[in-house]
């Protein structure tokens, strides 16, 4: 029984590349969030996608970044031009049930940890 | 400003006694309460919770405890394993809204 996969583990780019990173949540769930970790912080919430949809992306910064979930494949969390504040990690994770119900547990990717040079 | 927080960043408990791990929210409206536990360079591994009509909530050496008037709950680990040693994430959310997670506070259980 697979669990929350992410792709790469680890990524490396110089400013101004693009960043492409891939979620593939567990079997059954349909619902995914994106967080990131700034070192010596905590988790903050990104954006919540279901297929085809984008259910909140109130973390998100306005500006070259996006995400999508598409019917079929990953979710991809993309970040255009990257500088080196972003440089963090990035984890994913899914759940079976949406925020819409009262208890929803996620559960997590191992992360990918980009690197800005 | 953080809805969330453990003023705690790390924790050293000798093995076999009990770490208690503190945390505060500030939304009163918050009404399911989860604990996380991260090892390095792993995800976040979900390890228990609690609805706020609870104030207590107990499985094997985890217990969480939840204050409501005081906006306050903590997660006991009794008896402390070195196995337990692990950044903790205390995370709340309300139905219909995202899970805020507060910044973490790294335990090491000394053998």
């Known amino acids: 029984n697979a669990g929350v996969m992410q792709n790469p583990r680890h990524l490396v780019r110089r400013r101004g590349q693009e960043a492409r990173l891939r979620c593939s949540p567990m079997?059954?769930?349909?619902?995914v969030y994106w967080y990131r970790q700034l070192p010596e912080e905590g988790l903050k919430f990104m954006v919540y996608?279901?297929?085809?949809?984008?259910?909140?992306e109130s973390g998100m910064p306005k500006e070259r970044f996006s995400a999508e979930f598409p019917k079929e494949g990953p979710s991809i969390l993309r970040i255009q031009q990257v500088v080196r504040g972003d440089s963090a990690a990035y984890f994913c994770?899914?759940?079976?049930?949406?925020?819409?119900?009262?208890?929803?547990?996620?559960?997590f990717g191992p992360g990918t940890r980009l690197t800005v040079l | 400003d953080q809805q969330v927080k453990q003023n705690s960043p790390s924790l050293s408990v000798q093995e076999g006694r009990i770490s208690i791990l503190n945390c505060d929210y500030t939304?009163?409206?918050?009404?399911?309460f989860l604990w996380y536990k991260k090892y390095p360079a792993e995800g976040p591994t979900f390890l228990i919770s609690?609805?706020?009509?609870?104030d207590k909530n107990e499985d094997g050496r985890f217990t969480v405890f939840l204050n409501k008037s005081a906006k306050h709950l903590s997660l006991h680990i009794v008896p402390s394993q070195p196995g337990d040693s692990a950044v903790y994430f205390c995370?709340?959310?309300?139905?219909?809204?995202?899970?805020?997670f507060g910044p973490g506070t790294s335990l090491s259980v000394i053998p």
């Open positions: 995370a709340a959310h309300r139905g219909g809204d995202k899970v805020i």
């Open positions: 939304n009163s409206m918050f009404d399911y």
């Open positions: 996608l279901q297929k085809e949809n984008i259910i909140d």
């Open positions: 079997k059954g769930h349909s619902h």
């Open positions: 609690i609805s706020s009509i609870k």
């Open positions: 994770a899914s759940s079976r049930v949406g925020t819409s119900v009262s208890y929803n547990e996620q559960f």
